[in-house]
């Protein structure tokens, strides 16, 4: 029988699970206005309404941020290297990447089972995204909430049971002595502070060449970030750890103080001001773009924050 307590969770996780389908829906619309390419959301996501300029200039700017920053990884440890996308959602970076000649040693996305299990059905069910996971000298594995390729490994997990994480990243392969870059969006702003703090502790002390790349909210002190976690509160989302996002330096603060060796956060305003210049000349022109102040106070509100576990990928940067 369930607690008050476990429903409201449940109810909670239910939340935080559509915060996918908004987020893929946003990044369809983007690349169907041209803002970048992608030739695979489409199978994870139908034909969505037009989102406001601003909306489609804040996933151009996170998405290519991401982007910039994983090929830069890919490059210094010449493929040696592996990928962890932590509440992976339907992001289509392993497909971007294959498209693109790029190859690590192992690609592994984490996400809720009943994300997994759509995503498990679209790949699936699609040739173009099958065959990119496959390999003829490995058979892919397949279940309900489970995929696993000879690199690509998609996997059903509550991120706040660690000792199910432990057991997760055991089955998928992952080899601690490797390069291995941890990707995050708005993911760990959902977890009690303690269970993200238990987990990032637990990565610092297991992979000693790590790279962590976090998007996420900041300045919710603020009356727009109030405006924000009211907006997300209404729709069941419970943000558990907004207390690490209330600036820069709280982000930083929760690697540094995890185990992590050295953090650095930036704020999307300070991050378009050093996307590639022609690129944001090339969006600008895609649509007129009225309230210039509220793309500034949007761009205020989210960061990415890096942290590493080795010195070296201290220098992967914009």
């Not at 987990?199 to 109030?226: H, T």
Request: net charge negative; proline share 2%.
């Amino acid at each position: 029988m369930f607690r008050r307590n476990d429903v409201d969770s449940v109810g909670s996780d239910e939340a935080v699970i559509a915060t996918n389908d908004d987020a893929s829906s946003c990044k369809r619309c983007a690349v169907a206005l041209g803002y970048w390419k992608d030739r695979y959301i489409n199978y994870f996501v139908k034909a969505t309404d037009r989102k406001a300029p601003e909306i489609n200039r804040g996933y151009f700017a996170r998405t290519v941020t991401i982007k910039i920053l994983v090929d830069k990884f890919i490059e210094v440890t010449n493929g040696n290297c592996q990928i962890v996308n932590i509440g992976a959602g339907f992001d289509t970076l392993y497909w971007r990447l294959v498209e693109e000649g790029k190859s690590v040693k192992g690609f592994v996305e984490f996400d809720f089972p009943g994300v997994t299990s759509r995503k498990c059905l679209y790949i699936q069910r699609t040739k173009q995204l099958l065959q990119a996971v496959s390999d003829e000298d490995y058979d892919v594995k397949l279940n309900r909430n489970n995929l696993h390729g000879h690199t690509y490994k998609l996997t059903g997990v509550d991120l706040r049971n660690l000792t199910e994480v432990e057991a997760k990243v055991k089955e998928s392969d992952l080899q601690p002595d490797l390069p291995t870059l941890f990707l995050a969006e708005c993911v760990l702003v959902y977890m009690p502070l303690q269970k993200s703090a238990q987990l990032l502790r637990w990565i610092a002390d297991r992979f000693k060449s790590a790279l962590f790349i976090n998007y996420e909210m900041v300045n919710l002190g603020d009356r727009f970030g109030e405006v924000m976690l009211n907006n997300l509160r209404t729709r069941g989302c419970d943000l558990a750890g907004a207390d690490a996002c209330q600036t820069t330096e709280t982000q930083r603060k929760r690697f540094l103080e995890n185990g992590w060796a050295g953090a650095d956060s930036c704020d999307m305003v300070g991050i378009w001001s050093r996307l590639p210049p022609e690129e944001v000349a090339r969006v600008s022109q895609i649509e007129l773009l009225d309230e210039q102040e509220l793309l500034r106070q949007l761009f205020a509100h989210y960061a990415f924050t890096t942290a590493w576990t080795d010195h070296r990928w201290s220098e992967v940067t914009l």
